[in-house]
């Protein structure tokens, strides 16, 4: 019996697919065939899909995907095959990453990357042909329908990043038919190759107990934004913005979310466990991320032979999506910027142009009913009190008023071991505790007023952590900040949720500490 899949993959959130080699000052360029066409090659697509099932339908992984390991016996070819997806909408962008040092807070050296993705909203077209003998279980039937309602609810990632940002991707128009060899079928076979008899595809989600997942909704109190410098007269920087379908979003990235978690839960877990920042020792960028339950949770880079400790790379169990505002269509965002970048000529009239041009500015902004302001960062002397310099140091074009969408989290929980499973539920809602209480900041400038937000709304989903800690489906926070580092984000929980949750916590502390005690007497 042979098996054929057709459908469209949409692409749910950027994803990235590397392969190329670096050019252009780009350090991952987005792969292409021979055509110069982005695809999806259906090696990406294949390791996605085996994964997933090795996961959720082990049994049947090598009769389907062909064994791994062959153990002195015979091996065979895989039994399925992907063709590569190609690209039907294609329109790249190009995205800036960088490390940050944790002893001065500012970037550190070599940790600079450029990558080009394909934005949210993007199509690929794709073609799956699985051929089983009759001999095999029918249960592998099942394993291959379940492996497709994965790809159709979104329960795949694929590619490059994508526990930061990248990957999340879904399908819709999907075609499932069952093809036979008796005489009649191969005969209209002739006719269509993809004939044959549609198999039905279960309503019921495939989700399990896999993952446990956060919603958060929130609401900015001050402008957030993602910084993108600009050459201009105007302004020197305005919110980073991305074009989807005809439309203008605000874009905080996935990259730059996952960093603000992970220095809030860096700075939780050196405060409980009495670690800090040794810098004979954490000299090097990548010592500084090796931290207990965060290279769990955040993952970590190689630590090459040469330092004090080297270890392999590991990819973090914490997936965040970007969040995304909509603000307008793409032609009236064309008509904001071009005010923006036009140039001012240097003469005795300079002022008087720059003026015109922020009342353009602010025209085109009301027409896209935008309340946007351009705000002024002054540089203030130590000794006079007076404006440094006698100007602005920076000017930033801040969103006031933006409607974000809810920042989605997701814990690949399978991938952790049963005793860090609490805690690492425990330090993220520690971490979402400081968004609550203001004390954590989102995007651009949240030392200087900008990125505060408050929690409107926690959404959990993932069934067994949900039962193990009896979570509520939801938790609904009031309209007023909660300033109290301690109790009130608690109470908001049954008190047999906190009770679970804290007593694991504290026992992986006290584990911790114990070994850091054993580690100082050894040394």
Not at 9 to 25: L, T
Not at 269 to 289: A, E, G, M, Y
Not at 497 to 521: D, F, L, P, Q, Y
Request: charged share 25%.
């Amino acid at each position: 019996r042979r098996f054929i899949a057709t459908g469209t993959i949409n692409f749910d959130s950027p994803v990235h697919i590397g392969g190329e080699i670096p050019s252009g000052g780009m350090d991952a360029p987005f792969l292409h065939n021979g055509q110069g066409k982005y695809v999806i090659p259906g090696t990406s697509l294949a390791g996605v899909l085996r994964s997933w099932m090795d996961d959720h339908y082990r049994s049947s992984t090598d009769t389907v995907f062909g064994p791994r390991e062959l153990n002195g016996s015979d091996g065979f070819a895989s039994n399925i095959f992907f063709e590569d997806a190609v690209i039907c909408n294609p329109a790249g962008i190009l995205r800036h990453g960088v490390g940050i040092d944790r002893y001065t807070g500012s970037s550190a050296p070599h940790f600079k990357y450029d990558h080009v993705i394909l934005g949210a909203g993007t199509k690929a077209t794709f073609r799956i042909v699985c051929t089983l003998s009759e001999g095999d279980n029918q249960d592998h039937d099942k394993a291959l329908l379940a492996v497709l309602i994965a790809l159709r609810d979104g329960d795949i990632s694929i590619g490059a990043h994508n526990t930061k940002v990248h990957g999340r991707i879904s399908a819709n128009n999907l075609c499932f038919k069952k093809q036979n060899f008796d005489r009649d079928s191969m005969l209209n076979r002739i006719i269509d190759p993809d004939s044959g008899n549609p198999v039905g595809l279960d309503d019921a989600s495939t989700a399990d107990c896999t993952y446990f997942a956060v919603t958060a909704r929130f609401t900015a109190l001050s402008p957030v934004m993602s910084n993108q410098a600009i050459d201009s007269g105007l302004v020197d920087s305005i919110p980073r913005v991305e074009i989807s379908s005809g439309d203008a979003y605000l874009v905080l990235p996935g990259s730059s979310l996952k960093g603000v978690l992970r220095s809030e839960c860096e700075r939780i877990v050196r405060t409980v466990c009495n670690l800090s920042i040794n810098l004979k020792q954490d000299f090097h960028f990548p010592s500084q991320l090796s931290l207990p339950l965060i290279n769990e949770m955040f993952g970590h880079p190689e630590i090459k032979s040469g330092t004090d400790d080297s270890s392999n790379g590991r990819r973090g169990v914490l997936n965040v999506s970007d969040v995304r505002a909509q603000i307008c269509t793409q032609d009236l965002w064309e008509k904001i910027l071009v005010p923006i970048y036009q140039k001012i000529e240097k003469s005795d009239n300079s002022d008087r142009d720059r003026a015109k041009q922020i009342d353009k500015l602010y025209e085109a902004l009301t027409k896209a009913n935008l309340d946007w302001h351009i705000g002024n960062h002054v540089a203030i002397d130590r000794w006079s009190g007076e404006g440094g310099g006698g100007g602005a140091l920076f000017s930033v074009l801040e969103p006031h008023g933006a409607k974000w969408e809810a920042l989605q989290i997701r814990l690949e929980i399978n991938r952790l071991n049963d005793e860090m499973r609490t805690p690492a539920i425990a330090l993220l809602l520690s971490a979402l505790h400081g968004l609550h209480t203001g004390r954590v900041g989102l995007g651009f400038g949240t030392n200087r007023g900008l990125g505060r937000v408050r929690l409107d709304s926690l959404e959990f989903s993932g069934k067994s952590m949900i039962e193990q800690f009896q979570l509520p489906t939801s938790v609904t926070f009031p309209a007023q900040i909660d300033t109290d580092p301690g109790e009130p984000f608690w109470t908001l929980f049954p008190e047999l949720t906190v009770t679970k949750i804290r007593t694991g916590w504290k026992a992986w502390i006290e584990t911790e500490r114990a070994k850091n005690k054993e580690s100082e007497h050894s040394h």
